[in-house]
């Protein structure tokens, strides 16, 4: 008997035990449950959602094809997104499909990334989202550069809507178009537009603006396209039936074939709007347009949302738009327009924002005249043009050239200290060492550094000198290096000459050598103290059997370029650099920072300072644009083939 009672007091025990242990087990899966759930928090584009250190993170882009706005819009994007510890080609890897313009084209590729190791996918285009809200089945999906989401299928509204979808729509400011083409043309009657009816976006564009032309009494003569083939024919038939103004409003189609659409403009003579102000330099007369670069700054947020598991359903869809209006006077001249004080007034408001209550007194530092500082100090300059100020009327920009002579710099900065300057531009490393030591009470903005924090601006991007702020300009070196085993797979030795003297080239050494490092490459780099010495530093670097001449920036060594090229050319070793204009000087393939942008960069971070921020709460920023240039001769000549993959990616094929 004792026996068996003490067995019944075991087993109840046993069971005892189980009950407890189920019970902490769904105990701790809730719990578990509770701490894997991500806390958000997201109030007007705040950025939260952190990258997670050692975690790699694998984007899927689909595109309906290349394009400038585009370009613009991925700058900030990725800005946006590195900003939050998401580095392309580090810990953020893309892989980028496009259609080349053909609607057709897209389901496939939307297939095609739904099937891929991606975390996410990306589109870009009313087309590409509406493929894709039909074609994604296993993903989740983040959109921008879309005019109307709901109208491309994303939902029935902006928080209805697909549960894997979000993301953020741009629609263009219509009743802003139409009041600039009253002001345009006083009394205007007719509108051309041209769009391709197979897009949503256009539809409902015209859909809308035929309500609001019609209440105005003006026509809105519509000629319609499926394809890029036809535009040239199409125009031809709608400037025949003579509209006073061409209206081109973020349609696809038509982007792509832009440059048919303003050749027949300009033959009839007639001006081309656009809602895409990233195309004026290409023949419009005027853009009241979308910024597109803070468009894909605000999608950045959402993105990493759902990249840090968050549910799109979860996510309400968005209306983003950050408008400017910008005119091309150049083509205003060949036209033979003037523009009135109204819309001048108009886009002054819209652009500058900037409440002026004295001419202001602008400065700006040069090291010396390389075409990377001359393409810096243009953007400056149009870019200043662009927020609507007037040369003379609105303000003054002096310039100092040191012209090389380092001594020099210390009273330029002195005269802006004591000159009573409202902003100070400087352009290179040196200039900004030695501004940030003398100027105290202006303001500075940096562009052409490579290395502004060694420079001794502050400790990053973020904690910095409180009365300056800037743009960073240090090389895509592990795109550079990408793009050489690209070329050449299983290279080992490439090689650089650089300034000692200079910090900035410095580090743009440490930077590729560490890039070429993890590569599996060595890279051998050759120092020098003055140009005097590259030629014969040129003939030691090559001496040491690089494969590749790999030449980063530094004011000594693009001072003399020529001497450079002349030594690879001697020994027959293929040639690259970062500064644009030696694509067509010995290099074979540039991978370049694009300086001139570095210029409206600045200008953009100037404009926040001049609006009243203190540039202690504007951190630096990387140039938003990088080109790649590559030469089919000097890649010929070399006995080297370029992948088509990276003929793709180009900027231009010389």
């Avoid at 210029?599 to 100037?606: E, I, M, S």
Wanted: hydrophobic fraction near 40%; charged fraction near 20%; proline fraction near 4%.
């Amino acid at each position: 008997m004792k026996l068996m009672h003490t067995i019944q007091q075991v087993y109840k025990g046993v069971i005892l035990l189980i009950i407890i242990a189920v019970i902490l087990l769904f105990s701790d899966l809730d719990s578990r449950k509770r701490n894997t759930t991500r806390q958000f928090k997201y109030n007007g584009g705040a950025r939260h959602c952190m990258a997670e250190k050692g975690k790699t993170y694998r984007v899927g882009l689909v595109y309906f094809g290349p394009d400038i706005a585009l370009d613009m819009l991925w700058d900030g994007l990725f800005t946006g997104l590195k900003e939050m510890g998401y580095v392309r080609d580090s810990n953020l890897l893309i892989t980028s499909l496009h259609a080349n313009g053909e609607i057709a084209t897209i389901p496939s590729l939307v297939q095609s990334v739904d099937n891929s190791k991606v975390d996410l996918v990306m589109t870009f285009t009313t087309p590409c989202l509406t493929a894709a809200c039909v074609g994604i089945k296993k993903k989740p999906l983040v959109f921008t550069y879309c005019y109307d989401p709901v109208a491309a299928g994303a939902g029935k509204s902006f928080t209805d809507h697909l549960p894997f979808v979000t993301g953020i729509g741009s629609f263009p400011p219509l009743v802003k178009t139409l009041d600039a083409f009253e002001k345009l043309i006083p009394g205007i009657k007719r509108v051309g537009i041209l769009y391709n009816s197979s897009e949503a976006n256009s539809r409902k564009v015209v859909e809308v603006a035929r309500g609001k032309f019609t209440e105005k009494g003006i026509e809105l003569m519509e000629m319609t396209v499926t394809n890029t083939n036809e535009v040239q024919q199409a125009m031809q038939v709608l400037c025949s039936r003579k509209p006073q103004i061409i209206w081109i409003s973020g349609d696809n189609t038509a982007l792509m074939a832009f440059e048919s659409i303003i050749k027949e403009a300009n033959k009839a003579g007639i001006p081309v709007v656009i809602n895409d102000a990233d195309f004026l330099d290409k023949g419009a007369l005027m853009a009241v347009g979308i910024d597109w670069y803070s468009i894909g700054y605000a999608t950045a947020p959402v993105a990493t949302r759902v990249l840090n598991g968050e549910n799109p359903s979860s996510i309400p869809m968005e209306n983003y738009t950050q408008e400017k209006i910008v005119f091309n006077l150049n083509v205003a001249k060949k036209l033979g327009i003037t523009f009135s004080p109204g819309i001048l007034a108009m886009a002054a408001a819209n652009k500058a924002e900037i409440k002026i209550d004295h001419k202001l007194k602008l400065g700006i530092i040069q090291y010396n005249e390389t075409p990377l500082t001359e393409e810096a100090i243009q953007g400056v300059k149009d870019g200043i043009e662009k927020l609507g100020l007037v040369l003379g009327k609105d303000y003054t920009l002096d310039g100092w050239n040191a012209q090389g002579d380092i001594s020099a710099l210390p009273s330029f900065a002195d005269a802006i200290e004591q000159g009573g300057y409202d902003l100070a531009f400087s352009v290179s490393t040196p200039t900004l060492q030695v501004a940030i030591k003398r100027i105290k009470k202006v303001p500075i903005v940096f562009s052409n550094s490579s290395s502004p924090i060694l420079a001794g601006v502050g400790e990053s991007f973020k904690k910095h000198l409180p009365h300056v702020t800037g743009i960073c300009t240090l090389g895509d070196f592990a795109g550079m290096i990408d793009y050489l085993i690209m070329i050449k797979p299983g290279l080992k030795k490439i090689g650089t000459l650089f300034s000692q003297g200079e910090i900035n080239s410095v580090e743009c050494k440490r930077v590729l050598d560490s890039c070429a490092r993890v590569r599996g490459i060595t890279l051998v780099a050759v120092p020098i103290n003055s140009t005097a010495e590259i030629s014969e530093a040129g003939k030691l670097l090559c001496q040491q059997h690089i494969e590749f001449f790999c030449q980063i920036v530094d004011n000594a060594t693009a001072a003399a370029w020529p001497a450079i090229a002349s030594v690879a050319g001697k020994f027959r070793i293929p040639l690259t650099g970062v500064m644009d204009e030696e694509i067509n000087n010995g290099a074979f393939l540039i991978v370049s920072r694009d300086y001139y942008q570095g210029g409206l960069d600045a200008v953009r971070l100037a404009a926040k300072i001049l609006r009243g921020q203190s540039p202690a709460t504007i951190p630096i920023e990387y140039v938003s644009k990088t080109k790649i240039l590559i030469n089919k001769q000097k890649t010929k000549n070399a006995g080297l083939v370029i992948p088509q993959r990276l003929l793709d990616k180009a900027t231009k094929v010389y």
